[in-house]
């Protein structure tokens, strides 16, 4: 028997086996996050609860190669999955059934994050990392970051995202548009114009720029609202159903090229000239534009080859897959928990940090997904994620 694949909060509502790979790719970019946070953890640039940065430079710069990669595609593509199935819940559950199951599903993480789990990371570094040893309680009387949302930013913004759907539906009473599946130059077309919108929001909001309390870094999103609307369009016309991994092999031939070869001209750019850091991540510079194209150039390209991907190798029901499926969002909340707690154990092993990085990484993922399955599994709890 096929094993049945269930609905979470990121992917409100999910039809059996046909598309099954659109779960599969999500336990994949979970793997992927918990192990950008264990990289930032070691040596990339980035800020996390905890951190030892190696001195490596080799060790760095294959860091540093990692998460940028994944920057460049990662959070926006879950963006692109939760949105695929937002139409589809929308019309099945009506306005106003959607927006409070969107509320449940997404409000209650975000308050059990902010109130529950964040006080604990931060004692937890706060009492080991930086040897305050006091109590909990005490920590608490002077905690003043209870507004504190973390990685859950991006429940954040997918509720605003659900909820911005939701009005535009209630004004527009046509019938959705059909689009086209895009050919190879449109998706090349999408990451040059997303690389203009990008430099052009960076040279306000650089990378890193953070909007607080909701931790949005808005250089990023304009990807992440591209992304969520092409989601959006793709559902409505039925691009899973035609999607055709021989129209988009030179797509994964270009995203090859750009990671492998893109991204080692831009460190060498970096090294030649020897200019700032900052330089790349905003203002008006021709570091921050060439990095911004190559960003989103590569994102859109790893974006569609995984799309086809999945559709190729992953569309088969697997039991093993459907169970860490449905406990993704599980992980996703409780990862830093788990990749703080490993860290810490291990902060008085006296190795390389890039070492630390070899073991965490591996471990991180498999405790995660252990706990996130643990967690679903509780009553009430799995209503919600």
């Known amino acids: 028997m096929s094993p049945q694949t269930t609905s979470s909060a990121l992917i409100p509502d ?3 086996g046909k598309i099954v790979y659109i779960d599969y790719l999500k336990v994949l970019l979970t793997a992927l996050v918990v192990a950008h946070h264990a990289f930032v953890t070691y040596g990339a640039p980035g800020g996390w609860y905890y951190s030892e940065k190696t001195t490596s430079l080799g060790a760095t710069m294959a860091m540093t190669m990692f998460v940028a990669v994944n920057q460049s595609f990662f959070m926006g593509f879950f963006f ?5 199935f937002i139409p589809s819940s929308y019309k099945k ?3 106003a059934v959607f927006i409070k199951d969107r509320f449940i599903r997404l409000g209650i993480p975000l308050l ?6 964040a006080p604990v990371m931060n004692y937890m570094v706060y009492y080991h990392a930086g040897v305050h040893h006091i109590t909990f309680l005490q920590f608490l009387s002077g905690y003043d970051s209870w507004i504190s949302v973390g990685v859950l930013w991006f429940v954040v913004a997918l509720l605003l995202f659900s909820l911005a759907y939701a009005a535009w539906k209630s004004f527009s009473k ?3 548009d059909v689009w086209p599946m895009p050919a190879v130059k449109n998706v090349l077309r999408f990451g040059i114009a997303l690389g203009v919108v990008s430099f052009i929001v960076r040279l306000g909001f650089p990378v890193g720029w953070t909007l607080d309390p909701v931790g949005f870094q808005l250089g990023h999103f304009p990807q992440y609202i591209a992304v969520f609307m092409v989601g959006i369009a793709a559902a409505e016309s039925n691009w899973l159903e035609k999607l055709d991994s021989e129209r988009y092999k030179t797509i994964k031939i270009i995203a090859l090229c750009m990671i492998f070869i893109g991204f080692p001209l831009i460190y060498a750019v970096k090294i030649v000239f020897d200019n700032p850091l900052e330089w790349f991540s905003g203002g008006l510079h021709g570091e921050a534009a060439f990095y911004a194209f190559w960003e989103q150039i590569t994102g859109a390209c790893i974006m569609v080859s995984l799309l086809v991907y999945g559709r190729k190798r992953l569309n088969t029901p697997s039991l093993f897959l459907s169970k860490m499926s449905r406990c993704a969002f599980a992980v996703y909340i409780l990862h830093p928990f788990v990749l703080i707690s490993i860290s810490l154990l291990l902060r008085s ?5 890039a070492v630390k990085l070899l073991i965490v990484t591996p471990l991180g993922i498999v405790l995660s997904f252990l706990l996130g399955y643990i967690v679903v599994k509780i009553p009430g709890v799995n209503k919600v994620i």
């Open 80 to 84: 692109f999955l939760s949105a695929l």
């Open 349 to 353: 092993w006296g190795v390389d940090p």
């Open 14 to 16: 999910h039809p059996k």
């Open 112 to 117: 059990f994050y902010s109130f529950i789990l």
């Open 93 to 95: 559950k009506g306005a």
């Open 174 to 176: 046509s019938e959705p």
